[in-house]
């Protein structure tokens, strides 16, 4: 028994005695995976700040943050980064989070968005990809997407899980505000299946499973960048294309709280901006000197990004939720 | 009858102990669920339950329904054709369906029926015409859970057509019966009192299903409560909901234990004793029958066959060498081999002290028998009941009170529910056994007047040697494919092979969960067919 205690006392000796401090960020797995983004910043914040990062992949954004909740006061994160503006005020009301007092009114975002909390690193717009070789005529509104032949079908995340999820479900509530349920139960036969985050809808699609997949107006970039195909596609919708805004916030439990507001801080740099676009697909929250890719510019630009405001949302969250799994329902 | 007390107070006070230990955290479990119900804010009875319960319901109710017919027409076809080549092997791989993990199950069935899978690419390549994807929603439950359970059922169902007297099949050649009346007044009374707690036993599994419909329900209009349960807690956060619907769950379950109070899995790992009729069947017959076990059999290897294929194509270096598939593989053997000693130690002790009140020479006769036979029964099997994912919560809500790293509640979350989980099927297999054993060996060892010890060394070992293995073996393999509480605690730190797969199968890394899809097959079934051999004695033979 006594040599197992000093065993674990000379293994805590080890640990501790490595100086560097350790910044552990809990994302999504698209984010931590080794050909993400992830890698990258680890690398350059690495270089930049003598540290050592850590991110942690789960399913999903809000599955991150559910793990926090679970973890509590005991988490081992200091950053959480991955959630959006809409379901950011539910992760607020946890009271786990710490302010960041950075200034973040200047950022080069299509909407104004500040928050005492959550720092914005990045945005896309949520669309329907497909693949243009299978799918010739693709549907360019709701009404079209509902209204297609019954062996038509698509893949999207839960909005009780994924941000993208959350964010079709508020763009569906938007456009139809009270018959959004009535719309669901039209829509809910293309439905192959609901998954708990992006990746595993992404995947699905990309295996053929679907015919078209809940994801962003950047994702056709990976494939023409680092595919070399120019098949993908997002289809354009005439109601307009809801934003997300994807945000990052440090916790109050965080032992590297320094740490963690350089790494909020880092989020815009130039650096950290130049591996967004070609690494997590998205656009930067500011410009750089080298802009953005070429392949950016094929890409279906929305004119204006529908967003609600997260006070909004989260005030009405659960009711939308609730109204959605009722129309689910057989 | 104190005299007896005093000589039985070894097999007594062990199995006693651990039978009060099984209530008591049954209890516990009930305790904590139903406090903290009432600090959680209680979210309002709402419709979405009410429907979760139907759809619940009518899902196991369907699959029990289907399970049981395939069941009986193959197990009454294999009964029937007793010599063709294969049959062995055929019956052998059908029992294995119990401890296949549901979610390599599920990842077979993708294999042949998705939208990718076999079915459609050939009818593609022959017909240009693919059947699109049909499996997710009920359709894929249901033969999810017609795979496993049909196969689990007519293995119990064939052993009862062997052991139905062959005077009672001459009787009926002589009295020139048709096929379809000798079934009627030879086979299934017979049948009869297996079937209801077979069905009872598939209703209850169908009722708790977890990996199934949380990978093939595809969404939240297929939920079981199971399912909703997690995720209420994974998804939403929201414990009030989490324990509204375990308690309802929990009711509903004992109700359907206390039910199937006899609770019989009619499992041996003795060789069924092949019948030899002295006739051949009719020809028509012979051919519907050889046509359904061909077709069950088709029905049952292709999945698998698509695992192994599939899982040819990957790349296992890379896969052993990741970090989390190494640690997922190390947490699940280990759990897995504590687990399967523990179930062992525990079904061991309990048959032991529950054969005290079933025997003669011991106290049957005793004013108090009866009610501890059935304590004794009932704390092991009580467990049926409990869905693993509630207990899951339960250990969830106790982390949550008592702060310790969330991997030490992770492991003993864990290793109490996998030990749990396997208890009745253990004590199913042990408890006869060894009620066997006393029965024809009391006599002796009490008037060698032999200690405890010689007791099990000379007599109880050699003879139980078999079952044990076998009940080791079903053990190791319950462990080690569960996907149920793991997807409470699962993450980076704590991974188990299923919770591995499953996260995989979530990502895009096909093959990469095709190679760990094929090497939990391959643990599975070695450790399923090798371990009882390892145990295997000669004493038993005849038993």
Redesign the interface.
Known sequence: MIKILYTLLLFTVIILGNDKPTLTIYTYDAFAVSWGPGPKIKEAFEKEYDCNVKFVGMSSSIGALRKIQLEGKNTKADILLGLDTNIAQAANKTGLFAAHDLNTSSLDLPIDYTDDYFVPYDYSYVAFVYDENKLENPPLSFEALASMPEDFKIVIQDPRSSTPGLSLLLWVKEIYKDKAGAYWKKLSPHILTITKGWSEAYGLFLRGEADMVLSYTTSPAYHIIDENRTNFKSAHFKEGHYGQIEVAAMLKSSKNKDLAKKFLRFMHSETFADIIPTANWAYPVVTTKQGLPKAFETLTHPSKMILLEGKKVEAHRKEIINEWLKALER | MLQNVKRLKYSLLPGGFVSLLLLGFAFLLFFILFLSQESANVTQL???IF?LLK?TLYQAFLSTLLSVFVGITLAWSLAHQSHFKGRSLLVGLFSSSLVLPTLIVVFGLIGIY???GWINQLSLYVFDHSF??YL?GLTGILVAHVYLNASFASRSLLHTFESIPKEKYKLAKSLNFTTFQRFLYVELPALKPTLFSIASTIFLLCFTSFAIVLVLG?????NTLEVAIY?AV????DIAMALKLALIQLGISTLLVVFSSNFRTHLTNLKTSSVTLPWVEPKPIKQIQMAIISLFALFFLTPLLAIVIDGMGADFGKIVSETLFIKSFFTSIILATISSILTVVIAVLLSDAKRNFTLKERLENAKFSRIFNIIISFSGNLYLAIPSLIMGLGF?LLS?TY?A??VVWSTIALLTANVLMSLPFALSILAPAMQKTAQRYDKLVFSLNLTTLQRWVYCEYPYLKASLGYVLALSFCFSLGDLGIIALFG??DFSTLPWYLY?L??????SDAAGVALILLSITLSVFIVLPKLFRSSVAKDN
């Not at chain 2, 595809?218 to 297929?222: A, D, I, M, T």
């Not at chain 2, 199968?505 to 096909?510: C, D, L």
């Open positions: 709402d419709s979405r429907s759809f998705g939208r990718n699109g994807s997710y595809g969404s939240p209009s297929y995720e994974k998804l939403d956060f969830f949550q702060e790293p969330l993450s980076d996260q199968m979530g990502s895009y890394r096909t």
